[in-house]
Structures are given as C-alpha cells and as structure tokens.
C-alpha cells in the first residue's frame, strides 16, 4: 500500500512525499513540476503527489527504472524531449463526456445558433473552438447541437476547431469511436441519426457519423505558444482547463480568448471557473459559466497576446 507522508515547509529537498514501490521526494516533485509548467503551464504543488504517483508511476514500471529521480533524470536528460511529452500525455487530466454541463448546450441550440446558422444559410463564415477538446466528447456535441438544427450545415461555411495538447488524445478524437458508456448522455434521436453502431469486437460500440466529422478539423496546440490561426471565433468552449494554470497564466489566456471572439462572441467556461484579469471587463456574464464579449470592446486584438 502506498503511504503519503507529509513534512513541515522548509524540510529537505529529498524529504519523502510519497513512500511507494517508486519512492518520491519533494525534490522529485519540484523537477517534474517545473517540466509541466514550462510546458503547458500547468501549476502542481505537494497536494498533487499522490496524482503524480499514481499517474507516472506506471510509466516508471515500463520503462523499468528505479525510482522517481531516475526518470526525472531520463525526461530532463538531452534527447528527453520524447518521453517528456509521455509524461505530459500522463498527468494531463482527460475527464469529459457528452453534453457535459447540459445548460451549456441549451444555450448554444436556443440562442446563439439560431443566428449563426441564418448568416450560414446566408453566406457567412462561421467558426466555434472547443479548446482542451479532450478525447472528442465536447465537439462532436456541438457538431450534433448543430446538426440537429440544421442538418445541411456542412454544406455551408461552418466549421468546428477542435484542440489540445496532447497528440494521443487528439488521435482518440479523430477516431471518434465510444463505447456504451460514453454515448449514455447522447440523445437518443441524435444517436439514431448521426451515430453508428460498430461490430462487436471493433474497439468500440460507436462512432461519430461522417456528418458530424466533416465539421471538425482536430488539431494539437498547447494554448501557451502562439496561435497558428487569427479569427474570429462566434463561440470558444474552454471549459475545466484555465483551471489548471496560475493565477497569472489564467489572466493571459482569457485576455488571448477574448481576442480572438468577434465582438458578441460567446465564451464557455467550466462550472470551478472565473473569468480573471483585465478580461472580465471585457465581457458579460449571461448566463451559468456563460459571457459574451461586449460589442462595445474596443481594445485591438492581439493587445493580450
């Protein structure tokens, strides 16, 4: 069984944090928080040991090292850039599932894609991003919100950016294939229509019907680099990731989010979070975890990158 042990602040850098099969010390910790920030900006502190074990823990036993500071070694080593992004793959939380946080999806189909799919019809250009996209879950929900509502929008110029940091998260996505489970809080006529059913024995009971993936575009982008693309967006769902972040990398990202919305331009948040900085004056709140930027925002893009 494994032990955490907690010491007093300013005890030894190989202090024990967590006794295990792979013992880790603070100063283990503090290397491989140090990666995963400079990496993707997540922040760990000694609260998160026991995640970090349990999560690298395993890839230790793969790999067949010795303890934690072997592979902090290995990761922080010339040539470590490889395994360095497997550990990322590890300790990035994936959690998702359709229609999570339902009222968001409400809104979207009473509210905000009426409008954007009328100036579809009419010839306009209209673009939504699913930010911290995870396994595919929360795109292809609004790729069948959409399609529910109009089911030849792929015929016009709408389209779906469906992003994370992680590649084999983003392969999952692409695949778009689920099991039962997953596919639980899918309605059923939108199951009926824009699911299939798979063979047993094929990895998976469904997958996302080719309607719904001609929407999307999957792509990997750590949202702390720079931006390969300019906007606008109508609608970003970033929900359960600026979470993650500091304070400070928290107010960066809202103010590059707001950036890139048009102006009235939606924002999804996740139900822990709080818009920060100099962006919260940029929008309003409308609804639950739901803001939309001011029309009368007159700050210039890029100004927060």
């Not at 400079?38 to 074990?53: C, F, H, P, R, T």
């Not at 798979?198 to 792509?219: D, E, Y």
């Amino acid at each position: 069984m494994t032990a955490v042990l907690t010491r007093k602040a300013g005890s030894g850098g190989n202090d024990l944090l967590v006794d295990g099969e792979f013992p880790l010390t603070r100063r283990d910790l503090s290397e491989i928080a140090a990666m995963i920030y400079a990496d993707a900006g997540i922040a760990l502190n000694e609260s998160k040991a026991s995640l970090v074990y349990s999560r690298l823990s395993k890839r230790i036993r793969q790999l067949g090292l010795a303890d934690f500071a072997a592979y902090c070694a290995l990761v922080g080593a010339p040539g470590g850039e490889a395994e360095r992004r497997e550990m990322l793959s590890f300790l990035t939380t994936n959690f998702t599932r359709f229609f999570r946080e339902n009222h968001h999806f409400d809104h979207l189909r009473d509210h905000v894609l009426p409008p954007l799919l009328k100036s579809a019809r009419e010839g306009g250009r209209v673009r939504i991003w699913s930010a911290g996209c995870s396994d595919g879950q929360e795109p292809y929900s609004i790729a069948l919100t959409a399609l529910s509502l109009m089911p030849e929008i792929g015929s016009y110029d709408f389209r779906i950016l469906a992003s994370d940091i992680d590649p084999k998260i983003i392969a999952k996505a692409r695949a778009g294939v689920y099991d039962d489970h997953a596919v639980e809080t899918v309605p059923a006529a939108m199951r009926k229509q824009w699911l299939r059913e798979n063979p047993t024995g094929s990895g998976g009971r469904w997958s996302v019907g080719p309607q719904a993936k001609a929407l999307i575009a999957f792509r990997e982008l750590n949202l702390l680099t720079e931006w390969p693309f300019k906007g606008p967006f109508q609608v970003i769902f970033c929900r359960n990731v600026v979470i993650y972040f500091d304070e400070q990398t928290q107010a960066r990202v809202w103010g590059r989010y707001c950036d890139m919305l048009a102006p009235g331009g939606h924002l999804y948040i996740g139900h822990s979070e709080r818009l920060s900085g100099p962006a919260k004056d940029r929008f309003d709140n409308i609804a639950i975890t739901t803001y939309r930027r001011r029309t009368d925002d007159s700050q210039r893009a890029g100004r927060s990158r």
